[in-house]
């Protein structure tokens, strides 16, 4: 009998969660709130009231004159279509290619399978500035410049996609299940739709979330590749305010309230399969 009671002492001190918890997920939510919050504030006061001391902590009235003037002030609405253009095609191939290579690193044996992968893991240390020279040479000579397939297609798989499906594959997909398939003679196609891409499927989710706001964010190729005549959402919001030194800061924060939105979005419809996938993971059968 005191063995069970204090093993139910022990399963209560496991899940149940005591004020001291529930204090801290609050202030951890408030604090990772209110950066938007604060965006929406500014949004809609106006840039000589977001100077006062002290600041305004309450919306104002002032935002649809602001997301007029952010509009029109820049090609806003091309800009919101291009990134969608260019984070939907990013994540589609990063998200198809990651899975393939991650299969084949994590469940295809094949000579030097181990060396290739620290290639590519290698690849994730070098910095992206190095390659912005030769890169720009690349795209005037094709001219692609102010294109979107210069921003594109040199991101259409990344490092960190394939090593992330590697490492979730080599623990969700059993080799039982590989064999088992190539047994009843299903080939490796057949094998990839059947049996890796419905249990990839969470692993896809998240590392589709993770590239699409990557590519959302992404400023510093952009900004080098594109022009305010043909933006992106990022190289849009630089041309913001009215200029460096005196800009209104409530027109950059109404932008960058368009800019985020989408993102928001995004992860309210894959936002489950996105925590499924961080938790897939973590119970072991």
């Known amino acids: 009998m005191a063995v069970n009671r204090a093993r139910r002492a022990g399963a209560r001190g496991l899940t149940g969660a005591g004020p001291f918890t529930y204090a801290v997920l609050v202030l951890v939510a408030v604090l990772s709130l209110f950066p938007l919050y604060w965006t929406l504030v500014g949004a809609s006061t106006s840039g000589s009231r977001i100077a006062q001391t002290p600041p305004p902590l309450l919306p104002g009235g002032s935002l649809w004159h602001n997301l007029d003037i952010a509009w029109n002030q820049v090609h806003m609405g091309r800009a919101l279509l291009n990134s969608v253009v260019v984070a939907g095609c990013v994540t589609a191939s990063t998200v198809l290619f990651a899975t393939l290579a991650g299969f084949a690193f994590a469940k295809l ?69 590989v064999e088992a398939a190539r047994m009843d003679g299903a080939n490796s196609l057949r094998i990839l739709w059947s049996v890796v891409l419905p249990i990839a499927r969470p692993g896809m989710a998240v590392l589709g979330m993770l590239v699409f706001v990557q590519s959302w964010n992404d400023f510093f190729w952009p900004m080098i590749a594109l022009s305010q005549s043909n933006p992106t959402v990022q190289v849009a919001l630089a041309g913001l305010g009215g200029g460096s030194y005196d800009s209104d800061q409530a027109v950059i924060l109404t932008g960058s309230l368009l800019g985020t939105a989408p993102l928001l979005l995004v992860f309210a419809l894959l936002g489950r399969q996105v925590v499924g996938g961080i938790t897939a993971g973590a119970v072991k059968n």
């Open 109 to 177: 044996p094949f000579r030097g399978r181990n060396l290739l992968l620290s290639l590519v893991v290698a690849t994730m240390t070098v910095p992206a500035q190095l390659s912005v020279i030769p890169l720009y040479q690349i795209m005037a000579q094709l001219h692609w410049t102010d294109r979107l397939q210069s921003v594109i297609l040199p991101n259409l798989v990344a490092a960190f996609g394939v090593f992330f499906m590697r490492q979730f594959l080599s623990e969700a997909l059993p080799i039982d299940l």
